[in-house]
């Protein structure tokens, strides 16, 4: 799956890829849109248009909503459930550390027959 996330934010005839780029003034007007919820928004999905959140069907809503929350995380990918915990090793690094542990295994048991 490819998802290309792309914005631009248009004002007063100028358009903006972000709003890092906005000019401080814009940019605070902006934001004060932001939070008033008196920001026009547009989504297009493979080519289709949607004039807002709630005209997308609903497996591309929860789609645009998980894109939106790794963007907001800073790119950082959170498990949707709520599950935090992954395992201790994974199972390449518990391979490597039973190889390991029979290799040591090995050396003693070699030391003791031998002497």
Known sequence: MSIALKSKIRYN??????????????RTAYEKALHEGDVKKRFVVNGQSFNSE????ADLRKLCDDVLSVIEN??????????????????REL????AVG??????VLTRIFHG
């Open 102 to 107: 029979v290799g040591i295994a090995a050396l």
């Open 54 to 57: 709630d005209a997308l069907p």
């Open 13 to 26: 005839g100028q358009e903006y890829s972000s709003p890092a780029e906005l000019p401080p003034d814009i």
């Open 74 to 91: 800073n790119g950082e990918v959170t498990i949707p459930n709520g599950e935090t915990r992954s395992p201790l090793l994974t199972k």
């Open 95 to 98: 391979g490597v550390a039973i």
